[in-house]
T-cell receptor, first 114, second 112 residues
Framework: DSGVTQTPKHLITATGQRVTLRCSPR?????VYWYQQSLDQGLQFLIQ???????AKGNILERFSAQQFPDLHSELNLSSLELGDSALYFC?????????????FGQGTRLTVV | SQQGEEDPQALSIQEGENATMNCSYK?????LQWYRQNSGRGLVHLIL?????REKHSGRLRVTLDTSKKSSSLLITASRAADTASYFC????????????FGGGTRLMVKP
C-alpha cells in the first residue's frame, strides 16, 4: 500500500459528460501529481499541485482542470469527455525539493468513455 | 517534455534467469527512478538512483546509471513468475518540481 488513495477505481461515462477523480496523498506529502496512462500515449504528466498551488503543467487538455484543497486532497475534473479520454488516471504524491524524492502512486482510476 | 526510451519493449525469459532492461533519457536529471506495474494496476516504486551514484542494489534488483551516456539499466536476478509485469524508468528533476518523465516501459514475462 503506497498510502495514496484514489477514488473511484472504475468509472464508465458517456461522451460529453463531466467526471471528477479524487486523490488523497500520503500523510505529510504536500505535492500531488496527476498522470494519464493510455495505450497510445504511455504515461503522460498532466499537472502538479504543491500545498494548494499549481506548480507545473504538462500535457493537460483545456477540458481538464485540477485543484488541491486545504486538506491537501486533490481532484481532477474532466469535462466534455471524448472517447479518446478513456485511460488510467494516476495520482502520485511526494515531498519536493530533494534529489532523493520518491513519488508514490495510487492504484489509479480507470475511466471508460462510451 | 520528451520521454526517454526503454529497451527492449518486451522481454520473455524462463524462471531463474536474469532480466536486464535498459533506459535512455534525454534531460538533465537529479535522479532516475524505476517502477513496476502489474497489468492495469498501480505503479509500485522499486528503486531510486541519484545522478551522483553509479550503482544501487535492493534485494534482487541492481540498477546502474551512466550519466555520460544518459542511460540506466535495471537487472532482476533469479527471476520469478511473480516478476511478470511492466517496468518503467522515470527521470526526476528537482528543478521541475520533482515531476517524473516516464519512458515507454518494458513488458517482462517470466515463464515458470
Amino acid at each position: 500500500d503506497s498510502g495514496v488513495t484514489q477514488t473511484p477505481k472504475h468509472l464508465i461515462t458517456a461522451t460529453g459528460q463531466r467526471v471528477t477523480l479524487r486523490c488523497s496523498p500520503r500523510s505529510g506529502d504536500l505535492s500531488v501529481y496527476w498522470y494519464q496512462q493510455s495505450l497510445d500515449q504511455g504515461l503522460q504528466f498532466l499537472i502538479q499541485y504543491y500545498n494548494g498551488e499549481e506548480r507545473a503543467k504538462g500535457n493537460i487538455l483545456e477540458r481538464f482542470s485540477a485543484q488541491q484543497f486545504p486538506d491537501l486532497h486533490s481532484e481532477l475534473n474532466l469535462s466534455s469527455l471524448e472517447l479518446g479520454d478513456s485511460a488510467l488516471y494516476f495520482c502520485a504524491s511526494s515531498v519536493v525539493g530533494t534529489v532523493s524524492t520518491e513519488a508514490f502512486f495510487g492504484q489509479g482510476t480507470r475511466l471508460t468513455v462510451v | 517534455s520528451q520521454q526517454g526510451e526503454e529497451d527492449p519493449q518486451a522481454l520473455s525469459i524462463q524462471e531463474g534467469e536474469n532480466a536486464t532492461m535498459n533506459c535512455s533519457y534525454k534531460t538533465s536529471i537529479n535522479n532516475l527512478q524505476w517502477y513496476r506495474q502489474n497489468s492495469g494496476r498501480g505503479l509500485v516504486h522499486l528503486i531510486l538512483i541519484r545522478s551522483n551514484e553509479r550503482e544501487k542494489h535492493s534485494g534482487r534488483l541492481r540498477v546502474t546509471l551512466d550519466t555520460s551516456k544518459k542511460s540506466s539499466s535495471l537487472l532482476i536476478t533469479a527471476s520469478r513468475a511473480a516478476d511478470t509485469a511492466s517496468y518503467f524508468c522515470a527521470e526526476g528533476s528537482v528543478a521541475a518540481g520533482n515531476m517524473l518523465t516516464f519512458g515507454g516501459g518494458t513488458r517482462l514475462m517470466v515463464k515458470p
